[in-house]
């Protein structure tokens, strides 16, 4: 059965926008498969590992497994089966539903730039409140069904506004709202059933857009 994806349009405490059902069926297969894949024992990094979010004092804020598929897949992307789908969270659907929310969101049609982070979060993982160096941030979670844990939900930390998580769906924010993870709590332990995410990270390149200035004029 075709799951087609519903956009909610979320007005407070600020605008964001909610998509249920992002991915369709044969997708989320893929998505598994590479899940189950990075979640191999000594795959993913701890949090020390992908340039985590850190308190004023230096704490690192999180403690989860990551990866920046990016990186990973640095030399031939084709052979990650997520960064093949997830183009379609930036597509201009997804731009124009987002873009209508807010006039300041007008900038999303200007970035041209994503990384994806994978994260899994196990009994007692967290991502304290911060904020991210990118301009929109999207995320999309997923958990086998049914749900083998409690906790693990999204907030929205100045304006302690909790997102309940559901699987397969994507939260958009700007990326300078700060927002947490609060703890996760394994019904049973084993690996692999607690909570997955995946985080976008949109940015502006401004040296990849046209009327840039771009270095290699100087050379004439
Ligand atoms: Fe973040």
Redesign the pocket.
């Known amino acids: 059965m075709e799951n087609s994806r519903i956009y909610r349009e979320v007005y407070d405490p600020i605008p964001y926008l909610i998509i249920e059902n992002t991915f369709k069926e044969e997708e989320l297969e893929l998505i598994w498969e590479e899940f189950e894949f990075l979640n191999q024992p000594g795959k993913m990094y701890p949090a020390e590992g992908t340039g985590s979010?850190e308190s004023p004092d230096g704490k690192i804020l999180k403690n989860n497994k990551s990866v920046f598929l990016d990186e990973l897949f640095e030399y031939n992307k084709k052979f990650s089966n997520i960064l093949k789908i997830n183009n379609s969270i930036v597509s201009p659907e997804v731009k124009i539903a987002f873009s209508k929310l807010n006039f300041g969101y007008n900038a999303i049609w200007q970035t041209n730039v994503h990384s994806t982070l994978i994260n899994y979060y196990h009994d007692g993982d967290y991502?304290d409140s911060?904020?991210?160096s990118s301009l929109y941030?999207s995320l999309t979670f997923f958990y086998k069904e049914p749900k083998q844990f409690t906790g693990g939900d999204f907030w929205l930390s100045r304006f302690k506004h909790k997102i309940e998580i559901k699987n397969n769906m994507t939260v958009i924010i700007p990326s300078f709202v700060e927002?947490h993870v609060d703890k996760v709590n394994m019904k049973n332990s084993v690996y692999g059933n607690g909570r997955y995410s995946m985080?976008m990270f949109l940015y502006t390149n401004p040296s990849i857009q046209n009327g840039f200035w771009k270095d290699e004029y100087w050379k004439g």
Do not use: K, V
């Open positions: 979010a991502y911060h904020s991210d941030t927002h985080t």
